[in-house]
């Protein structure tokens, strides 16, 4: 399991309006390219958004489904990225001081991903997963929306 922590200077309620903007992964998941579509209900349970993640000319195009959403207080996700594997990733947000502490826990969400994610595997996607915390903090704290990275 990957776990991140990071402490985000606005209210949990604003945390959970930048994750609930499909579009704003594009931007603070590191690896992701841009959104494609999201369903119209997205944070609900079983919603969906259409994603293309990569590195310069490699693109993989699939989808991330919410598994579980509590706002403004958690909301977990299924990312799919096949053929490189899949995650569940948990983002639990709670009130610390006058803003937020945020936790993001990683882990695979599918059995052949279990037996790639090695404890080295686990050491790089935290260290990936500190950038996205920094940007999630950046757009929460900013105010934007942002479509990618580029």
């Avoid at 959104?35 to 991330?64: M, N, Q, S, Y």
């Avoid at 990312?79 to 993001?104: D, F, L, Q, Y």
Wanted: a negative charge; aromatic letters at 6%; glycine letters at 8%.
């Amino acid at each position: 399991m990957a776990r991140n922590d990071t402490h985000i200077d606005v209210s949990p309620e604003r945390v959970f309006e930048v994750l609930s903007d499909p579009d704003n992964y594009g931007y603070w998941v590191v690896g992701s390219k841009y959104i494609r579509d999201a369903d119209p209900d997205f944070p609900a349970p079983g919603t969906k958004f259409h994603h293309t993640v990569g590195f310069g000319p490699l693109e993989i195009k699939d989808h991330t489904t919410v598994l579980a959403s509590e706002p403004p207080r958690m909301l977990k996700l299924r990312a799919k990225s096949r053929p490189m594997g899949t995650a569940n990733v948990t983002m639990e947000i709670e009130p610390e001081g006058t803003g937020s502490h945020v936790t993001m826990i990683e882990d695979a969400g599918d059995p052949l991903t279990a037996f790639v994610f090695q404890p080295l595997t686990h050491l790089l996607v935290r260290g990936r997963n500190v950038e996205s915390l920094n940007r999630l903090r950046e757009l929460a704290e900013g105010g934007k929306s942002r479509q990618a990275a580029g």
